[in-house]
């Protein structure tokens, strides 16, 4: 399974990104998907997860502001980050469980994105 991010950049607090992951390499819609996140001297850590069937599962920190989303035409999930603050400044990871529900810890994802960096100023 290769997982490629995509969508990250700097933005002012209260702004909005959209993050992208394209997947490839088996049935995409056959397993659930997630973001991570890591902030500098942090435990990587989980921030949104899809199941297969489309229930969706936030971290607090994000609950109310993040949506996960995925196109199973276009194999590929979508993190909407709305009213960002600068705690929010991470890099942020795709990441892909072996089935199609989603594990909150990241010992559980075989299969991780290359990171992209996102970066909210005050």
């Known amino acids: 399974v290769q997982l490629q991010a995509s969508g990250g950049g700097l933005v002012q607090a209260g702004g909005s990104l959209r993050l992208s992951c394209a997947a490839s390499g088996r049935t995409f819609s056959s397993y659930a998907m997630s973001w991570f996140r890591q902030a500098p001297g942090k435990e990587r850590e989980f921030v949104a997860g899809i199941s297969w069937g489309g229930s969706t599962y936030y971290a607090d920190s994000v609950k109310g502001r993040f949506t996960i989303s995925r196109d199973n035409t276009k194999n590929t999930a979508y993190l909407q980050m709305d009213s960002l603050k600068p705690e929010d400044t991470a890099v942020y990871y795709c990441?892909?469980?072996?089935?199609?529900?989603?594990?909150?810890?990241?010992?559980?994802?075989?299969?991780w994105g290359q990171g992209t960096q996102v970066t909210v100023s005050s």
């Open positions: 990441a892909a469980p072996r089935y199609g529900s989603v594990p909150y810890s990241k010992q559980s994802y075989p299969y």
